[in-house]
Each structure stands twice: as structure tokens, then as C-alpha cells.
């Protein structure tokens, strides 16, 4: 299985509903987003005069360039398909991609903050929440779950809910009969990076014009490795011990003289 | 608890009030993926409430809210709605960022500075209304009742209007919804077809949409958008004149790049062709118009060379636009707009409108102009009262006929604002605003400054320090829509093909009102009895008024409730067109009023050499300047670039993102600038910008200098002589960068 979402530019009026019913549903702080909606043009195209949108999201990769960068210690962390039952143990990091609905996720108590996935992200659909900010960490990383938690309960992302146009589809690209899988039948594609092939699972549908004008205004690069492994490393080096103490899972009065123990500890060293 | 509280902070707090209870992980019953205590939870475990109607924008849809500890955490379309449905757009869902906004007005406050430069004092509410009553009473002792002049707008200032209309007798109120927006276009169709139109087009059932000037995606209601999308989807062709590439062009078959201001020549000749090659509908003008014959001769002059040269289209696009509606007529959709008050000559713009439906035979047909069949239900408000004509500025008394004879109802702003001012032929003295900002909505802020300045007493009523409220003496602070009783909304499912069905909803609180905000039936039932009209209240409290008005359709809010905020009950079949209907296409009373009886064009000046036409139109994230000053909504569009044709740019050394200011035509000056957005989507002979920005109040945190309020440089007074409303797209302006000023290209 793997969740994607449709946004058909046909409909898409570029009104950012959707937009601002992720912030409310997830209290995602000004100035970050978890989406997005940029408007193109109107500029004159090979195939006339258009204008459109850039409804953008996580896009859930098939092979997720942030997952690889993230430096937290991995941890053996078992995954169960909410259809079948069946089970699966991966070892993660402090972010991953799900072995069953294929959504990119986020373990926030892992999360040392340094935004080396968000920089690794070509889309820039990532962003270091500085509200979460900790002793050792400048915030965590935010980002579009495909509203995970909602749609285990049977409801459609806030976005999809929202959207005044029905211009947003959520479903399963690898069932055939899915109304997204139709729409890739259609036509509908992906923002892929240039150069690279990480299987974006947000898909645009609509006119060639102004899928034209999309492509050519927002296909992206991959990033710089070099420095987002940097990044990655010297976020590795700083207070391991701090972070084991906090892997517990206590932040209880007793967890937070810990942590404080340890952090003295260090100093003093 | 604060509100900017930080969830981390929360949770530290939560964590060391209670050092027993660790924050541990949740684990997903149905994955087994464990969720951080640092995640959000969303909304979806939080209390519904319902009985929420949004007044974010004047559509009005039905919402539910999530309420998390008596805190509204999220708004969403109600699930059971046959009109919006779980949708809502941007402007709803920041609905929760307007009833939190920290600048809200809190307390009754009085002005111990200037008008224009208040020093705000806290006042009690006693003190607050015995100051409004006492002052307005004052006036109307010492003036009458015309002493008095209201600026109302929204839900909440029907009620207080009423009683300034009805029980204390003055004319002089304007509503910016009709005489700066639709008023033109309302009136011009009761002229023609005997009622307001609405924008009462059968879009999904249709064959080819036509719009002038209508921006919808950038003007957005969401059930209209629906109905726009659902048409487009079934394939309907879409026409939009407009000179600009606005979000509708974006996805027309035919955009017309029209001369702004020359939209009905456009018209009359897409009527003459029809006429002239006996392309209109016959059997429908036959058995349901009226004065075709004098209508046909009178537009004969308008062959399409004519109408191309005067709109500067070609004439070949206006024969394909005109064969395009007679091929598929009469399934077309000739939308009669919303904002239509733009240059001065729109009644007649309005009038060809209406006309051109009756031609083509597309009223009460499937796709064509079709009224749903909705629920009545009964208004409970202050009774009315006959005060006469002598002081209805309207009147000319020695001629004994109107001034502006087809005017919406209450008085042409200008009308009401030279009166003010030079106190001829009557003293006004005391000023009531209530929702309305008309230092952003009327044009001219010069002109509405000397007006509150010549005022004995000015009041407000708002939820947001509106850049009015500078003006006011007291500033009294109420209720949101979220927070209190009071309108009924009612109609249909948004599709006509579908099953017929009506509904019922009442605006009910999500949450209770914050601070000492109150709702507009206790402040106006409060200034009353202190006017000496205590025995003329309609209504006690708000709930009774919506109750009563619910009694006439055998509803109450209890029983609303009982439904999730919304009644359904079967409805009827719109179509087919009513025995007694009538288009007038030749208007005999319009013509013995002095104007002209057949839909004519009147010619607004040229650009002055060096300058460009300056339009305005909606953002999508925006209701007029009422949002301007929200978080989400700021961040979504923090400013309004003006749009500039993109060789106009490369002349000029312009590129995208540069700063600029504006000077118009008259000298004034933009107190902000804005960005540039370059772009060959738009006319060389006119700029373009979002209405809505550029808020001069510093109470307004987000707002306040954010993007340039368009209003500032309409100061140009076009007024439509049948009806009074105003025209604002009649300023030129050049840019200013750098404290230079560029001369724009002819």
C-alpha cells in the first residue's frame, strides 16, 4: 500500500483552504507550514497564456532522501498493517517511511532538531518546530503526516476535508481501482526531481499548459548531501547521553532531574 | 492560560504541576506506532458543536466547531450541510485566529485624545451607554431624527439598523453592500425582470458560463465555487471578460481582454449580432418580453467593429462569443455578478446583462438564470414606521420625483456624507457605525474624515480595531459570529439537478463570548431605552429574536439542535418559467425617470497621459478589509503586489518584487507601498491589486501597513446617476519607487 494524494489543477482555485485547516487541525505556528499553495503566473507558455497553482506537500517518497540523513540512534521499532494485522520490526531513526501505508513519519521524542531531513527534503516540506525547542535540541521536526492519526479513524485528511473545489484525492496508488490511481491513469503525475528518482506520491492532473508551467517552475534538485550530512554529524556528536535519558520517555519531575544530572555531568567534564 | 503559550511550555507546565503522571507515548491501537507527547493531537477527539454559521465573508456557511477545554481549536463546514458541505475555505478556517486575535476589542472604551488620533480610556458599559444614549438623544431633540446617519454592515447590524430606520425615523443610512458592491446590479434587475438576481446561475447544468469581471477562485463562496467547478467539470465552456488574467481566465475557453469601463458596448454588440442574424430566442421573447422592438433599434448603432474598436478586442472574438451563447442557449449562464459598482455607468452594464438572458431565453431553464425554491422564514425585528419623505436627502421636493430614482434601499452615501458636511439642507450630528469600516469601503477617506469631523458624536461598534474606530467617540465592543445567536441561513442543495431539498440553520455559539463583548440585541435594546423607546423593543435577548423568527417555520433553536444545527426537509423544482414573468428589455419608468429605456453605454474618461487605471479586486484569503488584521490569513498573503503588464515593467526597469508606492490622479499619495508582481496577464493601460490591505490603525498589529489599501487612492467621486452607488475604478495612478515617480507608457 501506498497513500497518495491527487490535486487536480482542473479544479483548484487556489483558495488555501486547505492550507489553513492543517494549521488548525495540527497548530502548526506562522510562519511554517506542514502545505502550501503558490500561485503561478499569469505568464505566457508554449501553449498560451496560463496561470495555475503549486498546491504543495510531504510527498511520501518511494525513496524518501530525508529518512537516510536523519542522525538520531536507530531503534528497532515494529510496524502493523492496520488492514491485515500483519507485523513488520524495522530498526528507525527518529524518522521513517511506513513498511505498510508508505507514509513518511516522524518520532518527535527522537528528534534531535537539527533539520538535516528538512534540508535534505527537495520540496521543502520539513521544517524544525521552534516551539518544541528543548534543552538540547532547537525544536523538532514538523511535517504533513497525510493526517495519519485522522485517517485511522476513518476520516479524510483536514485538507481533502476542506477543500472547497474537491481538488484534493487521498487514497492508495497501489490499488487500481483507487479514484487516485485513476487520476495516474489519467495523467497524473509527479513533482520528480531533476536528475533523480525518489517517486514523489503527491500527483498533479490538469491542463498541459498548466502542468507545463508547474513543471517548469517548481520541478526541484536534489539537495547538497555534503552539508546536510554535516549537519547530520555534528548533530550526532552533541549530548547523546541526554538523549538516552529522555528515550525513557519520562518528562515527569523525576525524568527532568535526570536529564538535568546528566546534562551537569557533562559539563563538568 | 496565555494563548501564545507554547505547546512545549504547556507541557513542561502540565509535567511539573504533576509530577506523577509522566507524559507517556500513545500507542496506535490499530499500527502500533507509538505517537510523541510532544505530537499535536488534532482535532478529531475533540467536542463538536454545532449550530455555527461563519461570517468570515457574507456566503455564510454552515460550520461545526471542535472545542478542546471550552476552546475553540478548529472550524470545519458542517458535515450535514447540503450547501458547503465539510468545506470551507481559508477565511473560515482562520475563523478561530479572528475570535483569538489578541487585538480584538475587549471593553467599552472612550476617546480622551482626538478623532483620528484617539487615546483610548476603559470604560464601564454603563458609562458606555448612558454616553450613546445621552449623546443621540441629544441630537435627535436638538435635529430630528435625520440628525442621525448610520454606517452599518453584517449579521449583527440589522437589528440596531432597523431601530435607526424604524423606531427613531432617519433616512440616512448606508450599507456599503449596496452602494459600494451589489446595490446596481439588484436594482438594475428589478428594473428588468421584477426581482434581485442574486448570483442565481444554474452553473452546473450549464453549457457556457459568461462572466464580466467575475474572479471566481479569487472571489470565493464555497457552495458558488462548488457549482462553478461542478459546471466546468461537465463540461461547460467558459467566457470571462476581464483585463486581467484573473483565476477564472486562467481556466476559460475564451478570455476577452476588455478596455476597462467599456463592458456594456461589449454587450450591446453581443445583443445587436444576435438581433441582426435572428440569432435570440423568438418563442421567448415573444411570450416573455417586453419592448423589443424599441430595444433593437436602440442598439442597432452597435455592430462589432463599433463595440471591438470602443473595447479594444477583436471583432472576430466578439462573434465567436456571441455564436458560442446562441449555439447553446438557452442551457447558458450569464452571471449578473456580485461587486458591480466600478465605473459610473453600471446600472446600464447590469440592465444588458438581464437583457442579454432574456434573448438568449435562459431564465428558469436548466444552466440559465434559475432561483432555487427555499424556505421561508419569518424576520423578527423593529416594527415599522411611516417617518415620511420630508428629510429623505433622495427627494428632490420641489420636483416631487427621486434624485437617484432607482436607488437600493437606504441613501446614496454621498448624499448623506454632503449633507454632514455642509450641514445643507439639514444639520447631521451624530454618527453610528456598526461592522462597517468606511475609511476602507467608501472612496474618498478625505471626505469621510470631514465627516466624522463635523460630527457632535461618532459611535462604533466592531469586534476588530477597525481603522474607523480611530474616529469614534465610543467604541463598544461585541460578540463574533462565533460567539453569539442570531442569523438564519436557509436555501437548497447547491445543485438544481439533484433531489430537491430545503434547509433551515441558525447561527448558534461555538463558545461564550470573552471579556466584556456583548451581542447587538442587548446594545441596541440598551441605547434604546435610554432614547425613550423601551416600549417599542421587538425582542429581550438574542435567543428570543431566533427563536421567533424559527416559530414561523414550526422550528426553534432547541429543535435545530436536535438536528445538528441544520433542518432538511424536502423541496421543489426551480425550473420553468413563472406565467407572470417578464424581461423588460425597453423600460418605459426608466425612460420617464430622464434615462435611457434600452441598456446603453456611457463612455468613462481615458487615462491621462502618464498614468494607468487602477482596479482592485478579491484575494481569496480576504473579505474586504474585514480580515486583514489575521495571523493565518496575513501569512497565507502578507501583502497586495500590484500587478504590471510586462513590457510596461521592462520600460519602466521594474522587475518582479521591487517596492513601490502609488500617486493617483488627484495627488494622493499611498501611505504604504507594496511589491510588484510583473506580469503579461494584464493591460498595458492598467495596474491591478488586492483589495483589503493596508490598514492605518496601529491597534491592528498584523495589518496595520501591510500592502496598500487600494481604497486610499479612490478618491474620484463616479456615482451611477440611476441609482447613487458609487463607481471606483475611475482613479489613474503612476508608481513611485524610490521617492521617483514613474511615468507609465502609453
Redesign the interface.
Request: proline letters at 4%; hydrophobic letters at 40%; glycine letters at 8%.
Given at each position: 500500500m501506498q497513500y497518495g494524494m491527487i490535486i487536480d489543477l482542473?479544479?483548484c482555485?487556489?483558495?488555501?483552504?486547505c492550507?489553513?485547516?492543517c494549521?488548525?487541525?495540527?497548530?502548526v505556528p506562522?510562519?511554517y507550514q506542514r502545505n502550501w499553495?503558490k500561485r503561478l503566473?499569469?505568464?505566457?507558455t508554449a501553449d498560451g497564456?496560463?496561470?495555475?497553482y503549486y498546491p504543495g506537500l510531504c510527498n511520501h517518497c518511494d525513496k524518501p532522501p530525508c529518512v537516510d540523513e536523519c542522525p538520531a540512534d536507530a531503534v528497532d521499532?515494529?510496524?502493523?498493517?492496520?488492514k491485515s494485522g500483519k507485523?513488520k520490526t524495522m530498526q528507525v531513526a527518529a524518522t521513517w517511511k511506513?513498511p505498510?501505508?508508505g507514509s513518511v513519519?516522524v518520532?518527535?521524542?527522537r528528534c534531535l532538531g537539527c533539520g538535516a531531513c528538512a534540508d535534505a527534503c527537495p520540496y521543502g516540506a520539513r521544517y524544525v518546530n521552534p516551539?518544541?525547542?528543548?534543552d538540547d535540541s532547537e525544536g523538532?521536526v514538523d511535517k504533513c503526516t497525510f493526517?495519519k492519526?485522522?485517517v485511522?479513524?476513518g476520516?479524510e485528511p483536514?485538507c481533502v476535508?476542506?477543500?472547497?473545489?474537491?481538488?484534493r484525492i487521498f487514497g492508495d496508488l497501489t490499488d487500481p481501482n483507487s479514484a487516485v490511481s485513476q487520476y495516474v491513469k489519467k495523467g497524473a503525475k509527479g513533482l520528480e526531481v531533476k536528475d533523480g528518482h525518489i517517486g514523489p506520491n503527491a500527483r498533479y492532473y490538469g491542463k498541459k499548459r498548466?502542468i507545463g508551467l508547474l513543471f517548469a517552475d517548481y520541478t526541484p534538485e536534489l539537495a547538497d548531501m555534503g552539508s546536510v550530512k554535516r549537519r547530520a554529524m555534528m548533530a550526532s556528536m552533541v549530548k547523546p547521553a541526554m538523549r538516552k535519558a529522555k528515550d525513557i520517555?519520562?518528562?515527569?519531575?523525576?525524568?527532568?532531574m535526570l536529564v538535568k544530572g546528566l546534562s551537569e555531568d557533562k559539563d563538568n567534564k | 492560560m496565555a494563548f501564545n503559550l507554547t505547546r512545549r511550555k504547556f507541557l513542561q507546565t502540565a509535567s511539573l504541576a504533576a509530577a506523577s503522571v509522566p507524559l507517556s507515548k500513545v500507542v496506535s491501537a490499530s499500527t502500533g506506532v507509538t505517537k510523541s507527547a510532544l505530537d499535536t493531537t488534532g482535532t478529531a477527539g475533540d467536542k463538536t458543536v454545532v449550530g455555527g454559521i461563519c461570517e468570515m465573508c457574507f456566503w455564510r456557511c454552515q460550520l461545526v466547531g471542535k472545542v478542546r477545554d471550552g476552546r475553540l481549536m478548529k472550524l470545519e463546514g458542517n458535515p450535514k450541510s447540503i450547501d458547503n458541505g465539510t468545506a470551507i475555505c481559508a477565511r473560515g478556517n482562520a475563523g478561530v485566529k479572528l475570535l483569538y486575535d489578541v487585538d480584538r476589542l475587549k471593553y467599552p472604551m472612550k476617546n480622551v485624545g482626538k478623532r483620528g488620533a484617539p487615546k483610548w480610556k476603559r470604560i464601564s458599559w454603563k458609562e458606555a451607554l448612558d454616553e450613546c444614549g445621552s449623546k443621540l438623544k441629544g441630537t435627535v431633540d436638538q435635529y430630528g431624527a435625520q440628525g442621525i446617519c448610520v454606517f452599518p454592515h453584517g449579521a449583527s447590524a440589522k437589528y440596531p439598523m432597523h431601530y435607526f430606520e424604524r423606531a427613531v425615523g432617519t433616512h440616512n443610512v448606508s450599507e456599503a453592500s449596496f452602494f459600494q458592491c451589489r446595490g446596481i446590479r439588484d436594482t438594475a434587475y428589478v428594473q428588468t425582470i421584477g426581482k434581485a438576481p442574486g448570483e442565481k446561475v444554474d452553473m452546473p447544468n450549464t453549457k457556457v458560463l459568461f462572466f464580466i469581471g467575475d474572479h471566481l477562485g479569487e472571489n470565493v463562496h464555497v457552495s458558488h465555487i462548488k457549482q462553478y467547478i461542478q459546471g466546468l467539470q461537465n463540461g461547460a465552456k467558459l467566457i470571462v471578460a476581464d483585463p486581467r488574467f484573473s483565476a477564472s481566465a486562467a481556466k476559460a475557453d475564451i478570455w476577452v481582454q476588455i478596455k476597462p469601463g467599456t463592458d456594456t458596448a461589449y454587450m450591446l454588440a453581443i445583443m445587436n449580432y444576435l438581433v441582426q442574424n435572428n440569432k435570440y430566442d423568438k418563442a421567448f421573447v415573444e411570450d416573455y418580453t417586453d419592448g423589443f422592438e424599441e430595444f433593437a433599434a436602440a442598439i442597432k448603432e452597435w455592430t462589432l467593429e463599433k463595440a471591438a474598436k470602443e473595447c479594444d478586442i477583436p471583432a472576430e472574438q466578439i462573434k465567436e462569443v456571441a455564436d458560442m451563447l446562441a449555439d447553446n442557449a438557452p442551457n447558458v449562464a450569464i452571471h449578473p455578478g456580485r461587486h458591480v459598482s466600478w465605473h459610473g455607468n453600471d446600472f446600464q452594464r447590469e440592465r444588458s446583462l438581464a437583457c442579454l438572458t432574456g434573448l438568449l431565453g435562459a431564465y428558469y431553464v436548466k444552466g440559465g438564470w434559475v432561483p432555487p425554491k427555499g424556505p421561508k422564514v419569518g424576520g423578527v425585528s423593529w416594527a415599522k414606521e411611516d417617518h415620511g419623505h420630508e428629510f429623505d436627502l433622495n427627494m428632490n421636493h420641489h420636483e416631487d420625483e427621486k434624485i437617484y430614482p432607482f436607488n437600493p434601499p437606504g441613501t446614496p452615501t454621498d448624499l448623506i456624507r454632503d449633507c454632514a458636511i455642509s450641514g445643507k439642507p439639514y444639520p447631521i450630528k451624530s454618527c453610528v457605525v456598526w461592522g462597517q469600516n468606511p475609511m476602507q469601503t467608501i472612496p474618498n477617506q478625505q471626505k469621510m474624515k470631514d465627516l466624522f469631523n463635523a460630527m457632535d458624536f461618532v459611535m462604533c461598534v466592531d469586534v476588530m480595531p477597525t481603522d474607523v474606530t480611530a474616529w469614534a467617540d465610543i467604541l463598544l465592543p461585541e460578540a463574533s459570529y462565533l460567539e453569539r445567536y442570531d442569523y438564519i441561513k436557509k436555501g437548497t442543495q447547491w445543485d438544481l439537478s439533484k433531489e430537491h431539498q430545503q434547509y433551515i440553520s441558525a447561527r448558534m455559539p461555538l463558545v461564550e463570548p470573552m471579556f466584556e463583548r456583548k451581542d447587538q440585541i442587548y446594545i441596541c435594546n440598551e441605547i434604546a431605552k435610554r432614547m425613550g423607546h423601551e416600549a417599542k423593543i421587538p425582542v429581550k435577548t438574542i435567543e428570543e429574536m431566533v427563536d421567533k423568527s424559527l416559530a414561523t417555520a414550526n422550528l426553534s433553536i432547541e429543535k435545530l439542535r436536535a438536528e445538528d444545527g441544520i433542518h432538511i426537509r424536502p423541496g421543489k423544482d426551480p425550473y420553468g418559467v413563472p406565467e407572470d414573468f417578464e424581461v423588460r428589455l425597453f423600460n418605459d419608468d426608466i425612460e420617464d425617470a430622464g434615462y435611457p429605456g434600452a441598456p446603453t453605454y456611457v463612455a468613462v474618461p481615458d487615462n491621462p497621459k502618464g498614468f494607468a487605471r487602477l482596479l482592485y479586486g478579491r484575494a481569496p484569503v480576504h473579505t474586504f478589509n474585514r480580515s486583514q488584521n489575521n495571523v493565518w490569513l496575513n501569512n497565507a498573503m502578507p501583502d497586495n503586489p500590484v500587478w504590471v503588464n510586462d513590457e510596461v515593467a521592462a520600460t519602466l526597469g521594474l522587475i518582479d518584487g521591487d517596492t513601490v508606492g502609488f500617486i493617483n490622479d488627484e495627488g494622493v499619495e499611498s501611505a504604504t507601498t507594496t511589491t510588484v508582481k510583473v506580469t503579461a496577464g494584464i493591460r498595458k493601460d492598467c495596474v491591478y491589486m488586492y483589495h483589503g490591505y493596508g490598514s492605518a490603525n496601529p491597534l491592528m498589529t498584523i495589518g496595520v501597513g501591510a500592502g496598500v489599501d487600494d481604497t486610499s487612492l479612490i478618491t474620484r467621486l463616479a456615482i451611477d446617476p440611476e441609482t447613487g452607488c458609487h463607481g471606483m475604478r475611475n482613479n489613474f495612478v503612476k508608481l513611485t519607487k524610490n521617492g521617483k515617480v514613474l511615468d507609465i507608457p502609453a
Open positions: 482542473e479544479r482555485v487556489g483558495c488555501h483552504a492550507t489553513i485547516a494549521r488548525a487541525e495540527w497548530e506562522v510562519p499553495v503566473g499569469p505568464t505566457m497564456m496560463a496561470s495555475t521499532m515494529t510496524f502493523t498493517d492496520a507485523t511506513d505498510f501505508d513519519q518520532d518527535k521524542d516551539e518544541l525547542a528543548d523538532k493526517c492519526p485522522r485511522e479513524q476520516l483536514a476535508q476542506t477543500c472547497i473545489a474537491g481538488a498548466d520517555g519520562l518528562l515527569g519531575l523525576a525524568g527532568a | -
